[in-house]
């Protein structure tokens, strides 16, 4: 080393030549490190720039390099929540293109922000298409159930927006987040549609400092909707101090008509009426009786919604209209109509809440039982089995009954309501209905092998897991059958001591299982018996059209799972028809009913136009509650 030295101190210019080459080795090696790094922060830099095609540049320079550089995304992931709106949005699409934004780990403040920043982009266009994009933003944040500076905003934005449905869906976001002081605002809008969707949501939220601002509503309404918005949330916030103006509400709209509803939607009378079974017999039955009884009088045909309220509020004075609109039906079986069909329903189910005589509902099956008055025949044959006690003392009704339930059982042409003549006549005769209800399960319309399933898993019976393990035993070879028995089994021994030991016999037997619609039930019944490693399995089942979805959702509701509720009720856009065929045509208001007890009250045998505002009430209410509703229910 020291002949090193001493060599270098004698040749200056050696020295300065090893000098300079090792300052280049160590520029080149720190320009190596550095390069990369100064590129990075040139990219970000990028992305926060207030020219849209730089912009644009960085973020598809950020893309490219990032595939082979993770040390970007993670200088990008670092900056996100001190990034500035417009640098935050580029980051985010940079994210986004490469997969990494929408990811389990990330946080929920960053995709409202998210949400937010996409909203306010779209505030400035006025055209459909921009309002349609802004309500969807919008949704996203109700949806999300969370609560922070962005969602804050958002609603502030949303309630000051130009469109009348984004202030509407402003009013939902308000409720979730209980701030009365937008939600006042929003019901005093210049327009009824924001004033409605705002005292229908307070209503539902239980915002009852907003009561003073609804009651002014319901006093000098513009429209029908706005009318009867106000009396349901006041039927839910103040109930006996409103009832008599509700129940003045109801004879003026039946004696005047006074709006007229636009087309596919429900009559101020009948919303009104839904909205009296909310209320206190005593206050609004003589208004619904006195609609009945003026009814007779002009010769027409009672209302459904008062024939339901009659029921619902268990007014027997009313029995005498009911028993008339049923006779009148039978007389015209011939004749009759789409809407008499409706009104058989709700006289059906008006005269079982009001425990009318069991003929009542037997003459209706000998008469009247038709593809047409399917509701109503289901209605029928569910009014029998709970009125099997008092059936069972009369020899020749008995006799008679299980007659007509054996013969209707056995049609094809009727499957669900079938399948509920099938479920009655077990109910009263035990085994000798196996046949019937082996006919039932083994029908290609699915919902009637899952009505027979819950109805029976309802009973609690030792008979219900006879029924269970035979259809479920080596002798039946029918897949269909096979497979409700196993849905039928897991709602019955769904918590009990027995659960571990039918699933793992259900696991036994998807080994080797290749049938697909075998394999989506038995995911089902082991997500029932609270199995949650199967919940994405089911979930995935929401999008085979194939699949009966009856099946799917109540396992997926009965395990508390958001898809079970979300599938219905957490579209973008509401759309009553389509969550009508899943509340009425699949009977799933049932299952929902029965896992959140709170849920609003939904009429299966109402007119279409008052089911599809009951659907905009049940919707609005789950999405306030969502987050409330998910947490509650114990699989």
């Known amino acids: 080393m020291g002949v090193i030295l001493s060599y270098f101190r004698q040749h200056r210019w050696q020295r300065r030549i090893m000098t300079g080459l090792t300052a280049a080795i160590l520029g080149v090696a720190a320009a190596w490190v550095a390069i990369p790094i100064v590129r990075d922060l040139q990219i970000i830099d990028m992305l926060g720039d207030e020219d849209p095609l730089r912009r644009e540049r960085g973020i598809l320079l950020a893309v490219s390099v990032a595939e082979d550089r993770p040390q970007l995304i993670e200088r990008i992931e670092t900056r996100l929540d001190s990034a500035g709106d417009v640098q935050f949005s580029a980051m985010v699409n940079v994210l986004n293109r490469l997969g990494k934004f929408r990811t389990p780990a990330r946080k929920g403040e960053q995709l409202d922000r998210f949400y937010l ?72 809008d210049a327009k009824p549609q924001v004033r409605a969707s705002a005292a229908l949501d307070a209503g539902l939220a239980g915002r009852k400092t907003c009561t003073d601002a609804i009651a002014k509503i319901l006093e000098k309404p513009q429209t029908d909707n706005e009318q009867a918005a106000a009396a349901y949330a006041l039927a839910n916030l103040k109930p006996k101090r409103f009832a008599p103006q509700i129940a003045q509400a109801i004879l003026l709209a039946h004696k005047t008509g006074k709006i007229a509803p636009p087309a596919g939607q429900a009559s101020l009378l009948d919303k009104l009426l839904h909205v009296a079974s909310l209320l206190d017999k005593d206050a609004v039955g003589p208004a619904v009786i006195e609609v009945l009884k003026d009814s007779q009088r002009r010769g027409q045909s009672p209302p459904t919604s008062a024939l339901i309220a009659a029921g619902r509020l268990k007014i027997h004075e009313a029995e005498p209209f009911i028993q008339a609109t049923i006779n009148k039906l039978i007389s015209r079986r011939e004749k009759l109509t789409g809407g008499d069909t409706i009104a058989l329903a709700a006289a059906i189910n008006a005269a079982s809440r009001l425990d009318m005589p069991p003929n009542i509902f037997v003459e209706v099956m000998e008469k009247l039982w038709h593809r047409r008055t399917s509701v109503a025949m289901i209605l029928a044959s569910e009014a029998i089995a709970n009125r099997r006690e008092i059936i069972a003392k009369d020899p020749e009704l008995m006799s008679r009954t299980i007659t007509v339930l054996g013969r209707e059982a056995e049609r094809s042409d009727t499957p669900v309501p079938s399948a509920a003549a099938a479920t009655a006549l077990f109910k009263l005769s035990g085994r000798r209905a196996d046949e019937a209800l082996l006919a039932a399960c083994e029908s290609e319309t699915y919902l009637a092998g899952d009505y027979v399933a819950w109805n029976l898993a309802q009973s609690q019976t030792d008979d219900a897991r006879r029924i269970g393990g035979v259809f479920f035993g080596p002798g039946i070879y029918d897949k269909t059958v096979r497979a409700n028995a196993t849905i039928l089994l897991a709602l019955l021994e769904r918590g009990t001591d027995k659960a571990d030991r039918l699933a793992e016999i259900i696991e036994s037997r998807l080994v080797g299982l290749n049938d697909q619609f075998t394999a989506g039930s038995y995911h089902c019944a082991m997500l029932i018996l609270n199995r949650r490693e199967y919940i994405d399995k089911v979930a995935s089942l929401t999008e085979a059209g194939a699949f009966g979805q009856r ?85």
């Not at 919008?138 to 500076?149: E, F, S, T």
């Open 551 to 635: 099946r799917v959702l109540t396992a997926l509701a009965l395990a508390g799972a958001s898809t079970g509720f979300d599938r219905v009720f957490a579209g973008a856009k509401f759309n009553p028809a389509r969550i009508d065929s899943y509340l009425a045509g699949r009977l799933m208001s049932r299952v929902y009913s029965s896992v959140v007890p709170e849920m609003p009250a939904f009429d299966p045998d109402a007119t279409p136009e008052t089911r599809h505002w009951q659907c905009r009430i049940q919707r609005d209410y789950y999405l306030i509650h969502r987050k409330k509703i998910l947490g509650k229910i114990q699989p």
């Open 117 to 188: 920043v996409k909203f306010i982009s779209c505030i400035s266009g006025d055209n459909d298409r921009s309002v349609e994009v802004r309500g969807v933003f919008l949704h996203k944040l109700i949806l999300n159930g969370r609560d922070n500076v962005h969602v804050r905003k958002a609603l502030r934005l949303a309630a000051d927006d130009k469109a009348d449905e984004i202030r509407s869906a402003a009013a939902l976001l308000a409720c979730r987040l209980g701030d009365d002081e937008t939600l006042g605002e929003l019901l005093g």
